[in-house]
């Protein structure tokens, strides 16, 4: 991959309509000489994307590209995290991570169709979006040249960035008084920056969007059904939704009752501490309802295993190594694992909490006759002596030998 050793004359970028892709284009135009061409995609964060597509091309856009990814974000990424069970430091679920291999390859889909010999994002040099761009550029277009701006401009602040967009007549959302970086799709919301910055205070009221408070949700809670097959969810309350109809409808659900928020400090890919705040109501649901139903299909050995695997899948996908063999891999074992994934887990929703009320499958390994208190014939109590032993074997030897020991202290 080349980084900004020759100029390009036409340039991809990636265009959410932010604060900081919004001032790329005219700094491209300016500093490169080249033509931009926006590329927007859509993986439900919820835009007005005409309003978006006219912003971009009143700020010097050649041409505008609406890429609708929704239903592949969903099925091709968002479910394979499901079933994967990964959790990115016991708390994040990886709402932003797992969007951008698949954002960045749409830019070079475009870029390769429009014969642009460029590609430029607006990720900033401190966090780990760049790393998931640019590998992915890597994965399947080492040849275009690459321009990222946060490395080479003189803006080093938000406040520059603003002071930037309001001399070059470019409309934005963010103020000196209220800036908070944000991202949006279908799975979820983050929040970064402003007062968010210090972690030792708590995240304002006014930052969540997508949740309600807890004080404010209904006194009456709820309960949800969520059915799945094979690991993948296919139904909300008996009612069989397509992907990205069910993403959306258990977000609504969530978010009325409070359900989602995560206050995190977390460990950067580049090796700095940060703290956001991230609002998952529907991912909340689906990733405990999986889990649940893990618990009752899955075997003890293989349950166990997949846990070091979910681990490594989410750190995996936090630092931008989607589009590599190693996820094929882990893929490969998870797909195995979830052939008996399959039933329904209702939860009880009440003000900001999460219970199970009940969960079954037509694959469950629980058997009422074995783990009953009640004595049945399927399990002979006696054996348990003979397992004891042999399993106590080593602590029986190790013992023996510490009795012959002196006593600490003593020769």
């Known amino acids: 991959m080349r980084l900004t050793n020759s100029k390009p004359a036409k340039v991809v970028l990636a265009y959410s309509g932010g604060l900081d892709t919004s001032i790329i284009i005219p700094w491209l135009k300016e500093n490169y000489g080249c033509e931009v061409i926006a590329m927007v995609g859509d993986i439900g964060q919820g835009d007005d994307m005409k309003a978006v597509a006219e912003k971009a091309k009143a700020t010097g856009a050649s041409k505008v590209l609406v890429e609708d990814l929704r239903e592949e974000f969903v099925t091709e990424f968002l479910w394979r995290l499901v079933r ?36 430029s994002h607006g990720c900033t040099g401190k966090g780990n979006d760049q790393v998931r761009f640019e590998l992915t550029y890597k994965a399947f277009a080492p040849h275009l040249t690459v321009i990222v701006p946060w490395r080479e401009w003189t803006i080093r602040s938000r406040e520059d ?57 209904p006194e009456s809670g709820a309960e949800v059904q969520i059915g799945f097959e094979r690991g993948v969810p296919v139904s909300v309350n008996g009612k069989r939704l397509g992907p990205v109809e069910i993403v959306e409808t258990l977000n609504k659900i969530g978010g009325e009752h409070a359900i989602g928020r995560t206050d995190l400090v977390e460990n950067r890919f580049v090796g700095m501490k940060s703290r956001g705040a991230y609002e998952t109501p529907g991912g909340t649901l689906i990733v405990l309802a999986h889990r649940e139903l893990e618990a009752l299909c899955l075997d003890r050995e293989t349950s166990h295993y997949k846990q070091h695997v979910a681990v490594d899948y989410a750190r995996l996908v936090y630092n931008g190594y989607w589009f590599t063999p190693l ?37 469950s390994l629980y058997s009422e006759d074995i783990a009953s208190f009640t004595m049945g014939a399927s399990y002979n109590q006696k054996d348990a002596e003979g397992f004891i032993n042999i399993i106590g074997l080593p602590v029986l030897v190790r013992a023996a030998v510490e009795s012959r020991m002196p006593a600490p202290g003593k020769k």
């Open 84 to 119: 994967s069970g990964a959790v990115y430091e016991h708390k994040y679920l990886l709402g932003t991570s797992i969007a951008r291999p698949l954002l960045a390859r749409a830019q070079v889909e475009v870029a390769l169709r429009e014969g642009a010999d460029g590609l």
């Open 161 to 217: 960035a603003v002071a930037y967009a309001r001399e070059h007549n470019v409309p934005i959302a963010a103020s000196l008084t209220k800036i908070y970086s944000r991202d949006q799709n279908i799975w979820h919301l983050s929040h970064e920056g402003g007062a968010l910055e210090d972690p030792a205070g708590a995240v304002p009221d006014d930052v969540w969007q997508l949740t309600r408070s807890p004080k404010e949700a």
């Open 327 to 363: 996820r094929e891999a882990l893929d490969a074992f998870i797909e195995q694992t979830q052939r008996t994934v399959t039933g329904e887990v209702r939860l009880r929703l009440y003000r900001g909490n999460v219970e199970v009320a009940g969960r079954s499958s037509p694959y």
